[in-house]
């Protein structure tokens, strides 16, 4: 459920036509809807409500400063993977003590100031990121609050790309690679073993692999515990997956069903991870055709958007619905397009094969379901400027990122 829409023929976020939105501030703009995003952080903190849980939002999934102060202030903590998050979730007034910090490679800087902040926990992905914590642990005198990441090796059935927990990925750690570090952690003053963490997979449709993956994660922490380590707290990651086209996920309370069923008997603390369940719906790419060509086999449309603002169709092959803003472009007489941006890529596609009359330079369409993994993901590719992103409140408008200045690009160049 979002609140992008219709009104007569004219496309809206809340209150405001997304064609003004074009008009004051161009294009390509990211375009958040802050009821939605509203909706989406009640509606799964309602679904945990009956439980113990700690929702930690991965910063990954949207960055932005004034993006992540309205998460933070529905209640959620912040999952990490860099000093750069967790500074940005800093300044959009997270407390410390509601950060985890994952990532399967942690300088040893990154580590220092987390730990001088005393944030809830590392998640610990292999043996050489325990040796450094446990330096720094030392030579800072600062006890140290750690998960073990675990690779169940555990097929979450989604794109390869975005599948975390088998034993091909770089991911967490197998058992066998556990047990040796657990007389180190025992020996070890300042480190306290305090949970065990995984992550299988993003944009996961089947609850199969999550269930299977919690029931792992129970028996593990009941050796954990039997072996001495009182650990509170099991997380489970992020992962749950959302509609971008015909996929029909879980409710939130199916997803949080498979996981309360599993953890509550344990009585330990959950941890979850949710990013794209709670900002891919909240955000579409508005974007305005610089032209159409064809060849013989093909009909193109060329927006000013493309792979370096919203990578994922390029990336993961990922399908976004393309809507016009103005909705008379579909209905009888149509042609069918690809919708690719101005890059110097074949891969720079935001769709394939839609269906709609032919539009002229000018008119504007958004793409949907680019709250999670859009702006966050942007580059400079081909020196181009990232861009604008807005929030709206009903009828108001707030810029929360201007658009890049040329003299952005070259700013920390010298020549
Ligand atoms: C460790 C970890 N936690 C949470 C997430 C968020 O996943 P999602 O956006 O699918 O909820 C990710 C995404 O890759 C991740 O790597």
Sequence with gaps: ???????GDEAYCEEVPLRSIYESYGSPTYVYSLATLKRHCERLF????????????AVKANSSIAYLKEVFSSGYGADVVSVGELERSLKAGIDPKKIVFSGVGKRAEEMTRAMKLGIYS???????????????SSSLNCSVNICLRVNPDIDAKTNPKITTGLDATKFGMRLAQIEPLLPIIRDHKQLNLVGVACHIGSQMIDMEPLKNAASFMVRMAGDLVQSGFPIKLINMGGGLGIKYRDEVPPSLDEYANVLLNAIRPTGLQLVIEPGRVVAGNTGVLLSSVIGVKSTESKNFIILDGS?????RPAFYNSYHDIEPVKSDLSGNGTEIFDFVGPVCESSDVLGLDRSLHRPQAGD????????????????NYNSRVRPCEVMVDGSTIDVIKEREALEDLWRLERF
């Design 1 to 7: 459920m979002d609140y992008f829409h219709y009104k």
């Design 46 to 57: 309602d679904a945990f409500s009956s439980y113990r849980t700690m929702l930690c939002f």
């Design 122 to 136: 590392f998640n610990v992905e292999s043996a050489f990121e325990l040796d450094l914590l446990a330096e720094i």
């Design 307 to 311: 792979m370096t603002e919203f990578m």
């Design 364 to 379: 504007l369409f958004y793409i949907r379901g680019c709250g999670a993994y859009g702006a966050s993901m942007a580059s």
